[in-house]
């Protein structure tokens, strides 16, 4: 009897697992995109737990390899490398945080500023921020 009835739970468990995908969904990234399936899991872990931080990340990680689909070019030992040990992660996480409550694309944003200085110099993508104010009118 006793046989009978684990049988029919392990049978019973094994039929509902079987039923159960894991679906990943993002707003930030473009998990079709994502080649490796373990980065796929981190980058949905870290949205959904901690979005400020997968929006710098994000962000960084655009500038920093010139490409929307950064999460193919870079591994996850160097995007929790990043988070844990790099002291640009602290001043783009203090940046974003302090300047939450402003708009993107906003002249006193700090931390939009700081990124697209960066993709300015990096990718050589967009206009230089403040570019009149340093004196280089028109730099693209």
Request: hydrophobic residues 35%.
């Amino acid at each position: 009897m006793k046989k009978i009835i684990v049988g029919t739970l392990v049978a019973g468990c094994m039929l509902l697992a079987s039923d159960k995908t894991v679906s990943f969904e993002s707003k930030l990234f473009d998990l079709n995109k994502v080649k490796n399936e373990e980065m796929k899991g981190f980058l949905v872990g870290i949205e959904s737990s901690f979005p400020s931080i997968a929006k710098v990340v994000k962000d960084y990680y655009e500038a920093k390899t010139c490409s929307k689909e950064f999460y193919n070019e870079v591994t996850i030992y160097n995007l929790k490398d990043f988070i844990a040990t790099s002291p640009t992660y602290g001043v783009l996480v203090a940046l974003d945080t302090l300047n939450s409550d402003k708009k993107e694309d906003a002249k006193e944003n700090g931390y939009t500023e700081l990124i697209n200085t960066y993709k300015f110099m990096n990718c050589e993508e967009g206009t230089l921020p403040n570019s009149d104010k340093y004196g280089f009118k028109g730099a693209k």
